[in-house]
Each structure stands twice: as structure tokens, then as C-alpha cells.
């Protein structure tokens, strides 16, 4: 069956614009969790939604970063004026629901490059 | 804040030798996951242990769980090549749907 999608798989922005990544969970998943990862680092938490609402938001860095998921489905991390420092792979997954027993499901990614 | 330590960062190792990962908290998970992950694409579920104590194995892995629930650690047994990646611990602290990741163990397994 289809996996979590996320596009674009890269994207090359110049420092100040805005940005926004894609994610397409699997189909019937409740829970998508957005991260961060540096090279060689494991993925860092940002915010995770259970359905349409950001049941935890609190890795989010500052309030250049936010996310929604407006239809419980589909989920865009929206990043304003970009810094260099932003950086990274950007990673979704998705879970049945956001349960300790639960496994998460990962996109590949999309690796954001802030010039 | 509940943590992950993992240990050691970074492992280079000849085909055939065996390791052990280490994923450390001063905080009690319900549970811990195992992830493995390749350049380009994201983390993999190995496996996840529940009980206190558990012992999981998968072919040439064995994951074990700390009996008080703060610890857990990954045995391969006669590393090969193909087992080259990131490894990741992971957990949802204080019972939460938040999942943390450790820092990760990177494995070189050289032929």
C-alpha cells in the first residue's frame, strides 16, 4: 500500500522567504508527527496532530514554524522568513493513533536548504 | 525533560564482530522502540518492548529492556555490511503520544 508521501523531496530557498512542506500520511492514520534531523542526528520532535489538532506543539523552535492539518489528513509545515539555520531534513510520519503501542510510519523526507 | 542518551555515537566495525548499542533515561518509558535508518529515506520500526526485562530478538538482533523501564540495549551478533545505517532508540515520554528519539548510534560495518 501506499507509504507517507512528502513533497517536495528538496527545496532550495533563500534566506527570508517562506516555505511550506507537504505531508500526505497513510490512509486511516489519526496521528502525523512532524521532526527535524541534522546529518548523523536523530530526528528532533516538532509537533504531532491527533486528527485535525496539535495535540503537542511543544518543539516547535519559534513562532516562524507552524503546522496545520485543517482535514485530519493531509499536513503543511509552514516556515516563515527562513533562516540559514533551518536547514535540515524535515521528516513526517503517521501512526493509527498516537499510542505508546502504536508504530510510526516516515516519509523520506524533504531536505530544506536555506542560502 | 526526559532524555534519550544513546551510546556510542558512532561505531566502525569488521564484518563478522559483534556490538552492543546503548539508549539511556533517568525517566521511565512504557515502552521503547528501535528504529533503523538508511542515507535518504526515513527511520524503519525494528521493534518495540513493553515489559520490564524483555528480551526481543529479530535474526542477528537482539533488543533488550532494562527492568526498571529506564534503559534499553541492541545486540547484533556477527555484523554484516547490509546492517550499515543509523540506529535510533526511541520513546513517548510520561505516556504521551509525543515520540523522542535518541541521538543515534551510526554503525559502519566494514566487508
Known amino acids: 500500500g501506499a507509504g507517507v508521501s512528502q513533497t517536495p523531496s528538496n527545496k532550495v530557498t533563500e534566506k527570508g522567504k517562506y516555505v511550506e512542506l507537504r505531508c500526505d500520511p497513510i490512509?486511516?492514520?489519526?496521528?502525523l508527527y512532524w521532526y527535524r534531523q541534522s546529518l548523523g542526528q536523530g530526528p528532533e520532535f516538532l509537533i504531532y496532530?491527533?486528527?485535525?489538532?496539535?495535540?503537542?506543539d511543544s518543539g516547535l523552535p519559534n513562532d516562524r514554524f507552524f503546522a496545520v492539518r485543517p482535514e485530519g489528513s493531509v499536513s503543511t509545515l509552514k516556515i516563515q522568513r527562513t533562516e540559514r539555520g533551518d536547514s535540515a531534513v524535515y521528516l513526517c510520519?503517521?501512526?493509527?493513533?498516537?499510542?505508546?503501542?502504536?508504530?510510526?510510519?516516515f516519509g523520506n523526507g524533504t531536505r530544506l536548504t536555506v542560502t | 525533560t526526559q532524555l534519550l542518551e544513546q551510546s556510542p555515537q558512532f561505531l566502525s566495525i569488521q564484518e563478522g564482530e559483534n556490538l552492543t548499542v546503548y539508549c539511556n533515561s533517568s525517566?521511565?518509558?512504557?515502552?521503547l522502540q528501535w528504529y533503523r535508518q538508511e542515507p535518504g529515506e526515513g527511520p524503519v520500526l525494528l521493534v518495540t518492548?513493553?515489559?520490564?526485562?524483555e528480551v526481543k530478538k529479530l535474526k542477528r538482533l537482539t533488543f533488550q529492556f532494562g527492568d526498571a523501564r529506564k534503559d534499553s540495549s541492541l545486540h547484533i551478533t556477527a555484523a554484516q555490511p547490509g546492517d550499515t545505517g543509523l540506529y535510533l532508540c526511541?520513546?513517548?515520554?510520561?505516556?504521551?503520544?509525543?515520540?523522542?528519539f535518541g541521538q543515534g548510534t551510526t554503525l559502519q560495518v566494514k566487508p
Open positions: 510520519a503517521s501512526s493509527l493513533r498516537s499510542s505508546y503501542n502504536s508504530p510510526l510510519h
Open positions: 490512509s486511516g492514520h489519526t496521528a
Open positions: 496532530f491527533q486528527g485535525t489538532g496539535a495535540a503537542d
Open positions: 525517566s521511565v518509558f512504557s515502552s
Open positions: 518492548v513493553v515489559t520490564g526485562g
Open positions: 526511541a520513546g513517548h515520554p510520561s505516556n504521551t503520544g509525543k515520540l523522542i
